[in-house]
């Protein structure tokens, strides 16, 4: 197992544009969240899936953001119409069990830029 | 409203002395903490955590201290080494979410050789 894979790397897309990022987690975790990092900041979190059910949303997850975890595997996340302000890092992370009790695995993120 | 908060943006210490990271938070109903580590290009690691029922947690060269009354904690690292040179970021959940973790801003530690 590779750990948490996260595809594209990098992302550069006009305002205005759709974007699709995907995240494979560790294959025996049920667990997939992710989260939003902006320069100086800590991750936040944006929501999370236990198996296929997204249980939890930030309200930071406004109307353009969209996740999916068919079948409980991989999950995408997308966003509509992009603003400059949605430049970021995106993380995903997956656990086995309740993420306080071990902590997450982390991907390297995709990094979006929005021009 | 930041709930974690990590007041040093950054720290620099000597290579085998100790390095102390220190955290404030504000919610009360916060009973787990972590330390993850993020070098450049790649997320974050877990790194230590503590419960909210102990005041103190150690692994290795890693401990991890618990002030409930204080609301705060603090992660040690002694010996320092050039390796340990990353952002360590400070987190918490609530009982009642265990799966939303709730991260600080961050501190920038460097041990210089």
């Known amino acids: 197992d590779t750990g948490v894979s996260q595809n594209p790397r990098h992302k550069i897309t006009k305002r205005g544009q759709n974007v699709t990022f995907r995240c494979d987690p560790i294959?025996?975790?049920?667990?997939l969240y992710w989260y939003r990092q902006t320069l100086g900041q800590g991750p936040e979190f944006l929501t999370y899936?236990?198996?296929?059910?997204?249980?939890?949303k930030s309200r930071l997850l406004s109307d353009r953001f969209s996740a999916e975890r068919p079948k409980g595997s991989f999950s995408t996340l997308e966003i509509q119409r992009t603003e400059q302000g949605d430049s970021a890092m995106y993380l995903c992370?997956?656990?086995?069990?309740?993420?306080?009790?071990?902590?997450?695995?982390f991907g390297s993120g995709t990094r979006l830029t929005v021009v | 409203d930041q709930q974690v908060k990590q007041n040093s943006p950054s720290l620099s210490v000597q290579e085998g002395r100790i390095s102390i990271l220190n955290c404030d938070y504000t919610?009360?109903?916060?009973?787990?903490f972590l330390w993850y580590k993020k070098y450049p290009a790649e997320g974050p690691t877990f790194l230590i955590s503590?419960?909210?029922?102990?005041d103190k947690n150690e692994d290795g060269r890693f401990t991890v201290f618990l002030n409930k009354s204080a609301k705060h904690l603090s992660l040690h690292i002694v010996p320092s080494q050039p390796g340990d040179s990353a952002v360590y970021f400070c987190?918490?959940?609530?009982?009642?979410?265990?799966?939303?973790?709730?991260f600080g801003p961050g501190t920038s530690l460097s041990v210089i050789p």
């Open positions: 992370a997956s656990s086995e069990g309740t993420a306080s009790l071990g902590g997450y695995t």
């Open positions: 294959s025996e975790h049920n667990r």
């Open positions: 899936f236990q198996n296929e059910a997204q249980l939890e």
């Open positions: 919610n009360s109903m916060f009973d787990y």
């Open positions: 503590i419960s909210s029922i102990k």
């Open positions: 987190a918490a959940s609530e009982v009642s979410s265990y799966d939303k973790v709730i």
